[in-house]
């Protein structure tokens, strides 16, 4: 149990944008332990052996300042989530360092993981609107950590860019895990409109943080700017180009017990819209990584073992929809790339709505593959797929939003037993209205720990902007309507109004 926090948080960039080039980390870079498969995942606060939900409200208002932004967690038990065992939480927390102000967007990335090794995983909270002194939306964010009683905002550290500017929304994209085989705890990832950052937590002496809060020493090494161009695709013929980064993801492709980490954006240069993402490998630090990967597909991604392999697989989601190869996939289209030894292998498995199985049909704006989670739904060892798809038009009612759950197995993903579920679905309460976008968050979780991952779909436009999560239960048969329930920042006596509630949700 820590009783006293006497280390801190040192980061170490390892990868950096150069112009809009995204530079790759050096060959002798190393990764370490982790992975997004069931018997790792990383959400248990409160060290009880449940999931416990975090989720973020990036537009609450907090001390009369709109926008400030706000987190809830739930804690997870044998008879799984509800909105009893919960805690809200804001920079106006008692110990969170910094204060609500206007436009923050508190709550708008959210990331868990394990930074220090204590047995208790921590929730790591983004504010990209974040300004420092004149530097407006310079960006930041919270280390909340996990204690025996769960989150609370004491002994909580801040963090922000090494150089801090204007515009620079550091925080806007983040995610932990073990990367690296030295020190005990997981690595976090912290993107910027500049580029990534990682941190590592070190025992260090305490002292008062420059950002405020606990005395809780933020330890930096200094940015490295490594080569100006993008890496060579393994996998494809043409030229990776150089992206936006807009988000990240985590997995172990290739089963060395080492999580590599997935930096994925839309290109900028002649091929501007198509999504690109590129794979760091991790590996023990006295092995060689295997080279960086680019990979056609994003800026959406997750990762699970859809084909029950042992080793993750890659899903990336288009829902902006550009042109593949002169078909159109203007509604949007996700593509699996499953794992290797040599990491995420050979042409992405392509799926749009107009794939044979898949429940509807792609039409423009539809946004198929806006959010994406992977998990195991009916406990059969093979990871199924979420699809959000929130500006899909139910009948004559635009980007009221739907969901789709794509089966594993072990040929890999598949339409076989696929369903879609929006607001008009029996025994999903509620009712499709325009600009709701019901499932601009999707979150695969398993609070009651029995193997079997229900899904939570948020509708973050629900009530002109207040925000509600949808929660399905999962059975032998995977995601169920049945008994399916809905809950926004007001039942977790949280500010409602325009909050955004579900605008990110911990996957």
């Known amino acids: 149990m820590r009783k006293n926090r006497t280390a801190a948080v040192a980061a170490a960039s390892f990868l950096l944008l150069a112009g809009t080039c995204i530079a790759a ?3 002798a870079y190393a990764g370490s332990p982790g992975g997004t498969r069931a018997n790792d995942r990383n959400t248990d606060f409160n060290g009880d052996g449940y999931d416990d939900v975090l989720v973020g409200a990036p537009g609450a208002t907090v001390g009369g300042r709109a926008g400030a932004g706000l987190v809830t967690v739930q804690y997870g038990g044998a008879s799984g989530m509800g909105t009893s065992r919960s805690a809200v939480i804001s920079q106006n927390t008692t110990g969170v360092p910094g204060a609500a102000e206007a436009g923050d967007a508190f709550g708008q990335a959210v990331a868990t993981g394990d930074l220090d090794g204590d047995g208790y995983d921590d929730a790591i909270v983004g504010s990209p609107g974040e300004d420092l002194g004149t530097l407006a939306d310079s960006g930041g964010g919270v280390v909340l950590w996990g204690t025996p009683k769960g989150l609370t905002g004491s002994a909580s550290t801040g963090l922000e860019a090494d150089e801090p500017a204007k515009g620079g929304r550091f925080g806007s994209a983040l995610a932990a895990a073990r990367f690296t085989d030295t020190g005990d705890g997981d690595l976090l990832a912290v993107l910027d409109s500049v580029g990534l950052a ?20 933020l330890v930096r090494h200094s940015r490295t700017d490594f080569a100006h161009k993008a890496p060579k695709a393994r996998s494809a013929a043409e030229e990776p180009p150089g992206i936006r980064p807009t988000n990240l993801s985590t997995g172990d492709y290739d089963a060395n017990g080492f999580a590599d980490l997935v930096v994925s954006g839309i290109s900028v240069d002649d091929d501007s819209g198509h999504g690109w993402s590129y794979v760091l490998p991790g590996t023990a630090s006295d092995a060689d990584p295997l080279p960086v990967l680019a990979l056609r597909g994003g800026p959406v991604v997750a990762s699970g073992d859809i084909d029950g392999d042992g080793k993750d ?15 159109s996939v203007a509604g949007g289209m996700i593509g699996v790339y499953y794992g290797s030894d040599a990491g995420p292998a050979g042409e992405a498995d392509r799926w749009t709505q107009d794939s044979p199985g898949v429940p509807g049909a792609h039409e423009r704006g539809d946004r198929w593959g806006g959010d994406l989670s992977v998990g195991d739904t009916n406990g059969d060892g093979f990871a199924d797929v979420a699809v959000g798809a929130p500006g899909e038009d139910i009948g004559t009612v635009a980007d009221a939003g739907a969901v789709w759950v794509l089966r594993g197995s072990a040929d890999g993903l598949t339409a076989s037993g696929a369903r879609d579920v929006n607001q008009d679905s029996a025994d999903v309460p509620g009712a499709a209205e325009k600009g709701d976008k019901f499932g601009a968050q999707v979150s695969f979780t398993d609070p009651n720990d029995d193997g079997r991952f229900g899904l939570l779909a948020a509708a973050p436009g629900e009530n002109t902007n207040d925000g509600v999560v949808w929660v399905f239960s999962a059975g032998s048969g995977g995601i169920t309507a049945s008994g399916s329930w809905t809950y926004g920042a007001g039942s977790l006596a949280a500010p409602a109004q325009d909050a955004r ?4 949700v911990d996957d």
Not at 198 to 217: D, L, M, V
Not at 313 to 327: K, S
Request: glycine share 20%; proline share 10%.
């Open 501 to 504: 509630f579900g605008a990110a």
């Open 25 to 27: 980390a050096p060959s």
């Open 313 to 327: 697989d890659l899903v990336t989601g288009e829902p902006q929809g550009p042109d593949e190869g002169g078909e």
């Open 198 to 217: 990682i941190f590592r937590y070190e025992a260090a002496p305490a002292a008062k943080s420059a950002t405020g809060g606990s005395g809780k020493n």
